[in-house]
């Protein structure tokens, strides 16, 4: 994958299914003693400590331990491979106040890039401006042009760069590959082969990662011959070897363009230049396999997998259920996910929503079903995007009375603040039907769920008065309740109400 700074661009170029991505795992109590600082980082990289960094640091030195600067950076490294960025910047941040020793420009670019992550662009600019002078090199200044890039801040980004350019700062691998990263994720890919050919002018050598994004930029736009013209540039360079994941890019595209041949070279390669211990090369293969339909090549990579990682993580297991219903093969999924389910690994449920969909989307709903309430008696709480891929199901299926049900679920499952909002089709669908048949104190329920996670619209409202006309109740207070809400009465309003 690309490096984890450039979100967009990594989606893009990535040929697993977002549900494949590394998300932290949860923090769970906390069952270990924290014997040394090097134990600490690996128990919280793993989600097996929810103690608190600084209160934990702090004990160490009340007690009289040392604090070596060597092994803190460690720590932040571990944490940041493991996506656990606010981890890291509260060990970044402590290190920095407790005076341990002089922050070096690299350790204020590191830190500077973990602010941009936890809190954004703003609080690491106003970090970057509180950095001295003699601190701020093309490390820092580079820090902050990748928050900018993430955030896809087009004005600032540029404006940035210029100073850098202007400072001498901009001389580097890394400002270009930000810049046609910026572009990429604006999803301008003209502009990616034009930073190139500046880089190139400039006396800078491209790096895999330039050229990733520039055969991206190709395949983003069908350019076939583009990105072959560009593949022979590289393969004449003596000097420069396409490492396996610009390989799985190239894949990837000719796949796109239906040329399957030349993909399968280009995954032969790939297989060639995998370091054996590389578990994500792994998954790109049994994902790209599996596209080409080849489910002996699959279910070898996973043999493979499995033998050369000391235990397979849930992303793995997502990638290789995703290639199994993406073959059609239903039955091996199901087989796999007992296999998950029994393997000790934190319980994520993006892993049998993979499953769940993909029955959903062969019209086998009631089997996602009865897969989902299997996971309820086993003790499981669903979250409620799983309850609405069988909502979703059911509508897709026109059997609104379960699709109704099913969202009722996903609406009474739902917590503040977790990331999750239903899809406006679904919901106008479910209330269409509910406003033309359910009943009052249906509907009434299934409002009052939904305005727990949306804010009450006319929509709503539309409903309700259908159905309380239906069944011949009293109005006024609910049309009093929309007045109260800001929403008046429109031409749509009046013609429910001529009905009644």
């Not at 190709?218 to 490492?243: A, P, T």
């Not at 990579?301 to 297991?317: R, T, V």
């Not at 897969?371 to 891929?389: A, H």
Request: a neutral charge; glycine letters at 6%.
């Amino acid at each position: 994958m690309f490096p984890k700074r450039f979100s967009i661009l990594s989606r893009l170029s990535s040929t697993l299914p977002p549900s494949s991505r590394r998300f932290p795992e949860t923090l769970t109590s906390n069952a270990f003693a924290i014997r040394s600082l090097s134990s600490l980082g690996s128990l919280m990289s793993l989600g097996k400590s929810n103690v608190g960094v600084v209160t934990e640091l702090d004990k160490w030195v009340e007690e009289g331990k040392k604090v070596k600067p060597v092994e803190l950076k460690r720590i932040i490294r571990t944490l940041r491979s493991r996506g656990k960025d606010s981890n890291a910047l509260e060990v970044s941040e402590w290190m920095y106040k407790s005076d341990i020793f002089k922050f070096s420009p690299s350790d204020h670019a590191v830190q500077l890039d973990l602010i941009g992550k936890v809190r954004g662009p703003d609080a690491a600019e106003s970090y970057f401006n509180n950095i001295s002078d003699k601190h701020k090199n093309e490390k820092t200044y580079g820090a902050l042009l990748n928050c900018y890039v993430r955030k896809c801040m087009t004005d600032k980004s540029l404006s940035h760069i210029q100073t850098m350019k202007e400072k001498g700062y901009a001389s580097t691998v890394l400002a270009y590959n930000d810049l046609m990263a910026l572009y990429a994720n604006l999803g301008q890919y003209e502009k990616v082969p034009d930073v190139l050919a500046e880089m190139k002018e400039n006396g800078i050598s491209p790096d895999n990662f330039s050229y990733r994004t520039c055969i991206i930029s190709y395949g983003m736009r069908s350019d076939v011959n583009g990105m072959e013209k560009l593949l022979e540039e590289i393969r004449s360079q003596n000097n420069f070897e396409m490492d396996w994941k610009t390989y799985s890019v190239v894949a990837k595209y000719y796949l796109k363009a239906g040329l399957t041949d030349k993909a399968k070279d280009a995954l032969k390669k790939l297989e060639d230049k995998l370091d054996k211990k590389q578990d994500a090369g792994y998954n790109y293969l049994i994902s790209l396999y599996s596209s080409i339909g080849n489910k002996t090549e699959v279910l070898r990579f996973w043999e493979l997998k499995k033998a050369a990682c000391k235990k397979c993580l849930n992303k793995d297991y997502m990638a290789m259920l995703d290639a199994l219903v993406k073959l059609g093969e239903m039955e091996e999924a199901k087989s796999l996910l007992k296999e998950w389910e029994s393997c000790g690994n934190g319980y994520d449920f993006r892993v049998p929503n993979t499953v769940l969909i993909a029955f959903c989307e062969r019209g086998l709903v009631e089997e996602a079903e009865a897969l989902l309430e299997d996971i309820v008696t086993s003790g499981k709480t669903p979250k409620p995007n799983s309850w609405s891929i069988l909502a979703a199901g059911y509508n897709d299926k026109e059997e609104m009375s379960k699709a109704a049900e099913c969202m009722k679920k996903a609406l009474s499952a739902y917590v503040g603040n977790v990331g999750w909002i239903p899809k406006p089709k679904l919901i106008t669908s479910i209330l269409g039907w509910l406003g033309d048949e359910g009943k009052v104190e249906d509907v009434e329920t299934f409002v009052g769920l939904l305005k727990a996670v949306v804010p009450s619209d006319r929509e709503m409202y539309h409903t309700l008065l259908k159905a309380y006309l239906r069944e011949g109740k009293e109005v006024d207070g609910l049309l009093n309740s929309m007045k109260a809400d800001g929403i008046y009465e429109d031409e749509e309003t009046k013609h429910i109400l001529r009905q009644s």
